[in-house]
């Protein structure tokens, strides 16, 4: 079966530093991977997705992820934090050797300061 | 405006009641989810459906039902509500083929007491 673990709660990073939200996962099959951001009382909205290919795929708003296959690792990232990408962040999985579940960490709350 | 509608937005229903939440797409997407959100855990994937007239279980579907009569809507029943499923509940589906993202509804709070 397919999880994801996100290991930090809170990320906390002044305005203008760079920021990393991690997720590691586990499947059986190829990872499909995948962020979402979600806003206060709002659903989530898609950020980025790996399916095949580059390992750096490059998402809204500035951010841009790395697929590290041995790590087992798909790190949000973003060169220069601002204080609208506070918010909290959700890494999902899709395993394609399997149905359709689609799987999500327990979420981070990323903080940016002013 | 295309997307997906939930509704109620928000309830407070009594224990052992019967309720269903609603959930309508209009882009025209095979495959539709039900998720909860609960503090600290994250979403966690109750029911789902790959097309109309197939559903399958998730990571928690005890105490909940759902149906797929037609592409367009994917109603979740709680037969007989408990406190424990006091949780915001959000509906999505997914994009065209096999590896598309999910779009969300704005979500569904409902409170047992």
């Known amino acids: 079966a397919q999880s994801v673990a996100q290991p930090e709660d809170q990320v906390n990073v002044a305005e203008g530093n760079p920021l990393t939200v991690k997720c590691t996962y586990s499947?059986?099959?190829?990872?499909?991977l995948f962020w979402y951001v979600q806003y206060p009382n709002r659903g989530l909205q898609f950020l980025l997705k790996y399916i095949t290919g580059d390992n750096l795929v490059k998402g809204s708003y500035g951010f841009e992820a790395e697929f590290n296959k041995s790590q087992t690792s798909f790190h949000l990232k973003k060169p220069s934090a601002l204080v609208s990408d506070s918010a909290l962040y959700f890494c999902a999985v899709r395993d394609d050797s399997s149905a359709s579940k689609i799987i999500f960490g327990s979420g981070t709350r990323l903080s940016i300061r002013p | 405006i295309a997307g997906i509608t939930q509704a109620p937005t928000s309830q407070i229903l009594a224990a052992g009641r019967r309720m269903t939440l609603r959930c309508t797409q209009d882009?025209?997407?095979?495959?539709m989810y039900w998720y909860r959100q609960d503090l600290g855990l994250g979403l966690r994937l109750i029911h789902y459906?790959?097309?109309?007239?197939?559903?399958g279980k998730g990571e928690v579907p005890d105490g909940y039902s759902v149906s797929r009569a037609n592409t367009d809507d994917f109603p979740l029943t709680l037969a007989s509500a408990v406190p424990s499923q006091t949780s915001v509940y959000f509906c999505a589906s997914r994009g065209s083929g096999s590896t598309g993202e999910l779009f969300f509804g704005e979500g569904s709070r409902l409170t047992v007491l």
């Open positions: 499947v059986s099959g190829n990872p499909y």
């Open positions: 882009m025209r997407h095979n495959a």
């Open positions: 459906s790959n097309t109309a007239g197939t559903t």
